[in-house]
C-alpha cells in the first residue's frame, strides 16, 4: 500500500495529493514535488519516442532510507507519484505499475466527468484516506460549492449525475 | 619460470592469479620453451562455449605454469578452485626407441597413476621434436614411430592428446605451423578442462545452495564457496560472470531478510542481528578486503560486515567494468537498504552510528569513483553521484543537530559523551587512507569536533549539492536543500543568510501552487522576517498566514494578532504607511449602485455597496475603508454609459469580482481563457471545404511571457494612489467572511468616475487593492442643456454642400413650439436651407433626456470613391468657419468652429517649346470623393488682345455603353456542367444622357423621350459555348444615363474547364431607309422572347434543357417576312465598354456515364 499518491497537472501543480497516514503531510508533499525533479529528467529523456511505443511508467524516482517514490506519466503530460514505505517489500513493480493503472482509469474517469474542468483540482470521495483501497480511489466529484464559486454562469450541480461510461483505453 | 613452489595459503589478489597448468617431464626443455609459449599463448582469443546456455565468450587465456607435484592434485572434498590446476602437461624431446623404454615411458606411467589416482583427465603430452638432435643419433627412428609409442601406450583412443612440437626455437614455417597446432590443442584442452571443472563445481554449489533449508546451513560458508567461482571467473577476467555471483548471495541475503521480517527466521540470520558497535563506513579502497572476508569467514561478520565487504567487492568488479556510475547507483540502494534491514532485523545501533557509517559510505564511495575517472567524466555524470552528496549531507545535518553543533550555545555535555561514543565506533583510521588529506574518517572526525568546524564542512557539503542539483536542472531539489539550509542558519541564528534561501523556495512552491509547502515555507519565512526586522514584509506574510486554511485556527489567529499589535503600537507615533495587498486580508467579492444603472445627475446622491470578504480568523476592527476614484471630464454622454451598462453590469446592477488570487494559486488560473473559433476555408473555385480548424484569437494574451516576478512576497508593487475624489466609509468592523459595507456620495462634477483603489487602513497599515477589475465606473451627468453639430461625413469639405447634424441634448429645457435655433455664420459659408426643411425631434426612449437632431444643410452627396488603394499621403489644407448659435436656453451664444478641408489640390506651370509656350495646369483631387471635371478652360483677365489661349485637351471618346455578361449554374447547382443548360445574363447599361454623337438615324424621339436602337449579338468564336435560342436581337435604348436593358438566354458549355465568356457585340441598328421602319423595328424587339426590358420580371427558368431552339430561328424569321435588310453600324471605338472582357467561368464534366460501344471483330 502505498503511503501518499499525487496526480500533478502538466504545469507541475497538484492535481491531488493525499497521504496516509495524515500527520505526515507536508513530508509527503516536499517529496512529491521534489520527486518532479527526476519527472522531468525521465520525461524529457523519453524524448521523441513515438507516443503509442512510449513507456508511461517511469519506475522508481528515487529511494530515500524510509521511502520509495515511483513515477507515471500520461500522455498529456499529467504525472502520478506514488510513495511507498520502503519497508513493505512485498510491493514489487508490477503491482506499483497495476496500482498506476488503477490510479491512470480513475483520472481519466474524473476527466471524462462533464462536471470536472480539466485543470481543476480534484476532490475525492474517498473520504477515508486509510481506508484498505488507498490509493485507488474510486470517485471523483467535483463538489458543487466549488462550480458554484467559480462561475456563475452554472446552473446548480445536479445530485448524484451519472456516471459516465469508462472510455476505451489502451491500457 | 615462475611457478611458486607453493601455491597456499589462497592468493588474494585474484587479478594477478592465472589458471595453473602443471609441467612433467624434461623441466630444462619446458624452461627452454617457456618464454616463447606464455608469450603466444594469449596472444589469440578463443571461443569458451559455455554451458546452461550461457552466451559464449571469446576469452584470452593465460596461464600460470608449475612444477607437477602430487601435492597440487586436489583431494577430495577441496573446494579450492583457485589453486585447482586445470591442465597437466608432460613435456619430453625423447627421439630415441631405446631411453623411451628405459626411463621415459616408466616416468609417464608414473605420472598417468598419479593423475588416475586424483582422477584428474586433463592432461597433455607434448613430444618436441629437434631436428638438430636427431642427426647426431645414428639409431634414429622416425619421428612417429615415438609418437606412435606413446600414443599407443598412454593414450588410449584418445591420440589427441599426445602432441607434437617441431623445432620450437626455430623460425621456420615449418615451427610456425607446430607452434599454431600446439597452442590451438593447448587452450582447447585449458577451456574443456575449465568447462569440465567449473561446472562440476557450480552443481556442487548448487547443491549446496539447494540445501539451505536445512538446519546446519550456513550462508557464511555457503558465501565462501560461490566466492570461490566469483574469484575464478575474476581470475579469467570474466568480471561479469564474477559480478554475477555476488550479485546472487547479495539476492540470496537480501531475501533472508526479507523473509526473517515475515518472521520465518533462519537460525543463521540471528548472528547477523548482533549489536552494531563499529560503523566505519565502507572500505572500497583495496580489491579484497581481507580482514572482513576473514570475519565472513569466521562467522563473525556483523550485517554491515557483510554488506560492506559484498559491495566492495561489486564495487572492484563494476570499476573493472568500466561503470562508475553504476556504483555509485548501487551504493544509495546499498546505504538504504542497510538502514532499513537494521530496522527490520531489529539490530541495536546506537544514535548516530549509522548517519557515522552512512556519511564515510557515501564520501568513499565518491572518493573512489572520482579516483578513477576525470573531472569531465565526473562533470557530465553528476546526476549519478548527486544522490550520495545530498544523502551525506542530510546525514552529516543530522549528526549535527544529534551532537548539539548546530545551536548558539554549542554541545552541552551530554551532546560531547554522545560525541566521544561516535568517535569511538570509528575505530582508528584504516592504513589505506591514513595518509589521504580528506579521506572521509578525517572529515568525519573533523566535521564532529567542534562548532566551526561542523558548520564549515555542511555548508561545503550544502552548497555542493545545490550546486550541482542546479547544473543538472534539478531546482526543486536544489530548493529542498537550500531550505535545509536555511532551517540550519535559523538555528545558528543568522537569519539574514536564511532568508534567501527561504524566499527561493517559496518562490518555486508559489509557482508551481504547492500548498503545504508554500505554508509551510511561509512560516519559516515570517519568522525570519521577523528576527530581521523586515516590517512591512513579515506583516505581507502574517497576513497571508493569517489568510492560510492550511494552519490551524490558533496558528492564523497569531499571525492575525501580530498584526493587530504591530497597528496598535504605532498609532501614537504617526509615522510612514505601511502598504499591504488587500487580497491576502479581505476580498472583494462585488459591488452594487445604487440608482443601479450608475447614473446619477449633479447633486444627486449614489450610494455603493460593497461585499468584503475578510481573510482574516477574527474580526479586525478597521479605521476606515476608502475607495479612490478618478474623475474624467469626457466626451462620453450618458449613452456609452447605457450602453456599456447593458454589456457589463446585470440587470440589478451589481459587479461581481473574480475571486482574485486563491489561497492556492494555480498557475493556469492565472491566464486568460482561451478564446477558440471555427475556421472554414473553402476552394475559391468550387468552394469545397479544404482545410478546417481552430483559431485561438487572444494567442497574444497566452504566449505572452509570463512575469517571473510575480512573487506575492514582495510588497513593491502596490503603490497608494492620492486623488482628489475619496469615497469613505470609517469605523469598520470585519467579521470573518463577508462583509457589507456602504459609501455614499453626493455627486458634483459631471463626468466619468472610475474606481481605482480600494484600501482598508488598520493604524498605520494600508490593505490596498492597487486595481478593481473589472473597471467601474459611475455617470454624474449635468442637467444643462447642451448643443453639438458635427458633420454627417468624417470631414467637411470646402466647395460642396454637405450636410451638417446638429444634436441637441435638452437636459432640462423642454423644448417649446417655435424654439429656434439661431445661426449666425461668416460669409464664406453658406447655409442651403430648404424652406419647408424643420427638425424633426427624435427622442430617446431609454434616455431620461430627449434630444433633437434636424439636418440644416442639404444637398445631394457625392458618390464616394471606391477606392482600395490608401489614400493619397498629401493631407488637405483646412480653414475652419465659425458658427454662432443662439440658442432658446441661454442668452449667450455658442460659437461652434467647422472645419473644411480644401479637396483640390491645383499646380500650373509655364512650358516652351521653341516660341511657343504651354500653360500646364494640373488639378488633383485630394478628397476621398469622386469629382468630375468639366469644361476647364483658361480665361485671360485682362482680356489682352494678342494673348490667344488655344486649348489642347482632347476630347476623350465618351463612352455610352457598359455591356455587362454573367454566366450563372442553372438553379440548385453551384457550377455549370457541360451538356446542362446554363442562362446568360447581360446587361446593357447607357451611360450618359444624350450627347451630340447620339444624334443619327436610329435616334427616335417622342414626347422629349430618346431612345437609341441597337442590336446585340452573342458570338463564341472559340466553340466553347452553344448559344440556344436567339442569339442576337434588337433593343431600343433609352438615351439616359443608367438606363439598362436585360437580356436573358441560354448557353450550353461544350467543355469542362475555365472558358472565356462568349463575346457580346453591340451595333447600330439603322432602320432601311423606309417610312414604317418604325413599326418593324418595334416588332422585331418585341417578337423576341428571349430579351427582357428592365424591371422586366425574369421568367422562372424551366426544370430542365429541353427549351433549346435552333439559332437559326431569328435569321430564319428575319427572312420571312421578305423585308429590306437594316443596316447595322459598328459603334465607334471607346464607346461600348465590355466589363466582363476576360471573365471565364468554371464547367464542370458533368458525371454522366456514357456507354462506349466496342465492336470486336
Known amino acids: 500500500m502505498a503511503v501518499c499518491v499525487a496526480v500533478i497537472a502538466k504545469e507541475n501543480y497538484p492535481l491531488y495529493i493525499r497521504s496516509a497516514p495524515t500527520e505526515n503531510e507536508l513530508k509527503f508533499h516536499y517529496m512529491v514535488h521534489t520527486s518532479l525533479d527526476v519527472v522531468d529528467e525521465k520525461i524529457s529523456a523519453m524524448g521523441k519516442a513515438l507516443v503509442d511505443q512510449r513507456e508511461l511508467y517511469l519506475g522508481l524516482l528515487y529511494p530515500t532510507e524510509d521511502y520509495k517514490v515511483y513515477g507515471y506519466v500520461t500522455n498529456s503530460k499529467v504525472k502520478f507519484v506514488m510513495v511507498v514505505d520502503s519497508s513493505n517489500t512485498a510491493l514489487r513493480d508490477n503491482e506499483i505499475r497495476s496500482m498506476f493503472r488503477k490510479l491512470h482509469n480513475s483520472y481519466t474517469d474524473v476527466m471524462c466527468n462533464p462536471f470536472y474542468n480539466p485543470g481543476d483540482r480534484i476532490q475525492s470521495s474517498g473520504s477515508d484516506a486509510a481506508e484498505p483501497g488507498f490509493p485507488v480511489i474510486t470517485t471523483w466529484i467535483p463538489t458543487c460549492e466549488k462550480r458554484m464559486g467559480g462561475r456563475p454562469g452554472h446552473g446548480p450541480c445536479p445530485l448524484g449525475f451519472p456516471r459516465m461510461p469508462r472510455p476505451l483505453t489502451a491500457w | ?1161
Not at chain 2, 531550505?483 to 518555486?508: H, T
Not at chain 2, 512552491?509 to 530581521?532: D, M, N, S, V
Not at chain 2, 450636410?803 to 447655409?831: C, P, R, W
Open chain 2, 1 to 1161: 619460470m615462475d611457478a611458486p613452489e607453493a601455491p597456499l595459503p589462497p592468493v588474494i589478489y585474484t587479478m594477478e592469479n592465472k589458471p595453473i597448468v602443471t609441467c612433467a617431464g624434461d623441466q630444462n626443455l619446458f624452461t627452454s620453451i617457456y618464454p616463447t609459449l606464455s608469450q603466444q599463448l594469449p596472444r589469440e582469443p578463443m571461443e569458451w562455449r559455455r554451458s546452461y546456455g550461457r552466451a559464449p565468450k571469446m576469452i584470452h587465456l593465460e596461464s600460470n605454469f608449475v612444477q607437477f607435484k602430487e601435492e597440487l592434485l586436489p583431494k577430495d572434498g577441496n573446494k579450492a578452485l583457485l589453486t585447482f590446476p586445470f591442465l597437466h602437461i608432460y613435456w619430453t624431446e625423447c627421439c630415441d626407441t631405446e631411453v623411451y623404454k628405459a626411463t621415459v615411458k616408466d616416468d609417464l606411467t608414473k605420472w598417468q597413476n598419479v593423475l588416475k589416482a586424483h582422477s584428474s583427465v586433463d592432461w597433455l603430452i607434448v613430444v618436441v621434436e629437434n631436428d638438430a638432435k636427431k642427426k647426431n643419433k645414428t639409431n634414429i627412428l622416425p619421428r612417429t614411430s615415438i609418437v606412435d609409442k606413446i600414443r599407443n601406450d598412454f593414450c588410449n583412443k584418445q591420440s589427441d592428446r599426445c602432441v607434437v612440437l617441431s623445432d620450437p626455437l626455430k623460425d621456420s614455417s615449418r615451427t610456425q605451423e607446430s607452434w599454431n597446432a600446439f597452442l590451438t590443442k593447448l587452450r582447447t584442452s585449458l577451456l574443456m578442462s575449465f568447462t569440465k571443472n567449473l561446472g562440476k563445481f557450480e552443481d556442487d554449489m548448487r547443491t549446496l545452495r539447494e540445501k539451505r533449508t536445512e538446519p546446519g546451513w550456513s550462508f557464511c560458508d555457503y558465501f565462501m564457496v560461490q566466492e570461490e567461482l566469483a574469484f575464478v571467473f575474476e581470475m579469467l577476467q570474466q568480471f561479469e560472470d564474477a559480478l554475477v555471483q555476488y550479485d546472487e548471495l547479495d539476492a540470496l541475503f537480501s531475501q533472508y531478510v526479507v523473509n526473517f521480517g515475515a518472521g520465518d527466521g533462519a537460525n543463521w540470520l540471528t548472528f547477523f542481528c548482533q549489536p552494531v558497535k563499529s560503523w566505519n563506513g565502507l572500505i572500497l579502497r583495496k580489491p579484497i578486503d581481507m580482514e572482513k572476508r576473514e570475519l565472513i569467514q569466521r562467522q563473525e561478520a556483523t550485517l554491515l560486515d557483510l554488506r560492506s565487504y559484498l559491495f566492495s567487492r561489486q564495487c572492484t568488479l563494476l570499476l573493472f567494468l568500466q561503470r562508475p556510475w553504476e556504483v555509485a547507483q548501487r551504493a544509495l540502494e546499498l546505504l538504504h537498504g542497510c538502514v532499513q534491514e537494521l530496522k527490520l532485523l531489529e539490530v541495536s545501533v546506537p544514535p548516530g552510528a549509522l548517519d557515522c557509517w552512512v556519511f564515510l559510505s557515501c564520501l568513499e564511495v565518491l572518493q573512489r569513483i572520482e579516483g578513477c575517472c576525470d573531472r569531465a567524466q565526473i562533470d557530465s555524470n553528476i546526476a549519478h553521484t548527486v544522490g550520495l552528496w545530498s544523502y551525506a549531507t542530510e546525514k552529516l545535518k543530522s549528526l549535527g543537530y544529534l551532537c548539539g553543533l548546530v545551536s548558539e550555545k554549542g554541545p552541552d555535555s551530554e551532546d560531547l559523551n554522545r560525541t566521544v561514543d561516535l568517535l569511538a565506533g570509528l575505530g582508528a583510521e584504516r592504513p589505506e587512507t591514513a595518509n589521504t588529506a580528506q579521506s572521509p574518517y578525517k572529515k568525519l572526525k573533523e566535521a564532529l569536533s567542534s562548532v566551526e568546524a561542523f558548520e564549515k564542512h555542511y555548508l561545503d557539503l550544502s552548497h555542493a549539492a545545490i550546486e550541482m542539483h542546479t547544473s543538472i536542472g534539478r531546482l526543486r531539489s536544489a530548493k529542498f536543500v537550500g531550505k535545509d539550509l536555511a532551517e540550519f542558519y535559523m538555528r545558528k541564528k543568522s537569519p539574514q543568510k536564511a532568508e534567501v534561501y527561504l524566499q527561493g523556495a517559496l518562490k518555486n512552491y508559489l509557482a508551481e501552487g504547492w500548498a503545504l509547502p508554500i505554508t509551510h515555507t511561509r512560516k519559516q519565512l515570517a519568522e525570519c522576517q521577523k528576527h530581521l526586522g523586515q516590517t512591512e514584509n513579515y506583516l505581507q506574510t502574517s497576513s497571508l498566514l493569517a489568510s492560510d486554511h492550511h494552519l490551524t485556527e490558533d496558528e492564523r489567529k497569531h499571525f492575525c494578532r501580530e498584526i493587530l499589535s504591530f497597528a496598535s503600537r504605532q498609532t501614537d507615533s504617526p509615522g510612514q504607511k505601511i502598504v499591504l495587498p488587500l487580497h491576502c486580508f479581505a476580498q472583494l467579492r462585488d459591488l452594487h449602485f445604487t440608482p443601479s444603472n450608475a447614473v446619477v445627475h449633479v447633486g444627486g446622491v449614489l450610494s455603493v455597496e460593497i461585499t468584503l470578504c475578510s481573510q482574516m480568523p477574527m474580526p479586525v476592527q478597521v479605521e476606515q475603508v476608502t475607495i479612490n476614484v478618478h474623475f474624467s471630464i469626457d466626451k462620453n454622454n450618458y449613452r456609452k454609459t447605457a450602453e456599456w451598462l447593458t454589456k457589463h453590469k446585470t440587470s440589478n446592477g451589481t459587479i461581481n469580482f473574480p475571486t482574485e488570487t486563491s489561497p492556492l494559486p494555480a498557475p493556469q488560473n492565472n491566464l486568460p481563457a482561451l478564446e477558440l473559433y471555427e475556421m472554414f476555408e473553402r476552394s475559391p473555385s468550387d468552394n469545397s471545404l479544404n482545410t478546417t480548424g481552430i483559431i485561438c484569437k487572444n494567442v497574444h494574451m497566452l504566449l505572452r511571457r509570463q512575469e517571473s516576478s510575480t512573487s506575492l512576497e514582495t510588497s513593491s508593487g502596490v503603490a497608494l494612489e492620492d486623488g482628489a475624489h475619496v469615497l469613505k466609509c470609517s469605523g469598520v468592523t470585519l467579521e470573518p467572511g463577508a462583509n457589507r459595507i456602504t459609501f455614499r456620495t453626493q455627486a458634483r462634477e459631471p463626468g466619468t468616475y472610475t474606481l481605482r483603489q480600494l484600501c482598508a487602513s488598520v493604524g498605520p497599515v494600508r490593505f490596498v487593492l492597487p486595481h478593481l477589475y473589472p473597471p467601474v465606473q459611475y455617470d454624474v451627468y449635468s442637467q444643462e442643456p447642451q448643443l453639438r453639430v458635427e458633420p454627417l461625413a468624417d470631414s467637411l469639405l470646402a466647395g460642396i454642400p454637405q450636410k451638417v447634424k446638429f444634436t441637441v441634448t435638452t437636459g432640462h429645457y423642454t423644448v417649446k413650439n417655435g424654439d429656434s435655433l439661431q445661426l449666425s455664420n461668416a460669409e464664406a459659408m453658406l447655409i442651403l436651407c430648404h424652406a419647408e426643411n424643420r427638425a424633426v425631434i427624435y427622442s430617446n426612449t431609454r434616455a431620461p433626456v430627449t434630444g433633437g437632431e434636424s439636418s440644416v444643410l442639404g444637398m445631394t452627396e457625392s458618390h464616394r470613391k471606391h477606392k482600395d488603394t490608401q489614400k493619397a499621403g498629401q493631407c488637405m489644407a483646412t480653414t475652419d468657419h465659425k458658427v454662432s448659435i443662439d440658442c432658446p436656453w441661454s442668452i449667450y451664444s455658442t460659437v461652434i468652429a467647422l472645419t473644411f478641408s480644401v479637396p483640390f489640390r491645383t499646380t500650373h506651370s509655364l512650358l516652351s517649346a521653341g516660341t511657343r509656350k504651354y500653360i500646364q495646369v494640373c488639378v488633383q483631387n485630394l478628397s476621398e470623393l469622386d469629382f468630375e471635371l468639366s469644361d476647364g478652360h483658361l480665361v485671360d483677365p485682362d482680356s489682352n488682345a494678342d494673348l490667344r489661349l488655344v486649348p489642347l485637351n482632347a476630347k476623350s471618346p465618351q463612352t455610352l455603353y457598359n455591356v455587362r455578361a454573367e454566366i450563372l449554374p442553372p438553379s440548385g447547382t453551384e457550377h455549370c456542367r457541360t451538356g446542362s443548360l446554363c442562362s446568360l445574363e447581360v446587361s446593357i447599361t447607357r451611360l450618359s444622357d444624350l450627347l451630340e454623337v447620339d444624334k443619327d438615324e436610329a435616334l427616335t424621339e417622342s414626347d422629349e423621350y430618346f431612345s437609341t436602337k441597337l442590336m446585340y449579338e452573342v458570338v463564341d468564336n472559340s466553340s466553347n459555348w452553344a448559344v440556344c435560342g436567339k442569339s442576337s436581337g434588337v433593343i431600343s435604348m433609352p438615351v439616359a444615363a443608367r438606363a439598362t436593358h436585360r437580356v436573358h438566354m441560354e448557353v450550353m458549355p461544350l467543355f469542362a474547364g475555365y472558358l472565356p465568356l462568349p463575346d457580346v457585340r453591340l451595333f447600330k441598328y439603322l432602320p432601311h431607309h423606309s417610312a414604317h421602319s418604325s413599326q418593324l423595328d418595334a416588332d422585331s424587339w418585341i417578337e423576341s422572347d428571349g430579351l427582357s426590358v428592365d424591371k422586366h420580371v425574369d421568367e422562372q427558368p424551366d426544370g430542365g434543357g429541353g427549351r433549346c431552339r435552333g439559332s437559326a430561328h431569328l435569321a430564319s424569321g428575319g427572312e420571312h417576312r421578305g423585308l429590306p435588310m437594316p443596316r447595322l453600324q459598328a459603334l465607334p471605338p471607346g464607346q461600348v465598354f465590355n466589363a466582363s472582357v476576360g471573365t471565364q467561368v468554371l464547367v464542370i464534366p458533368s458525371k454522366d456515364d456514357h456507354v462506349l460501344e466496342v465492336s470486336v471483330t
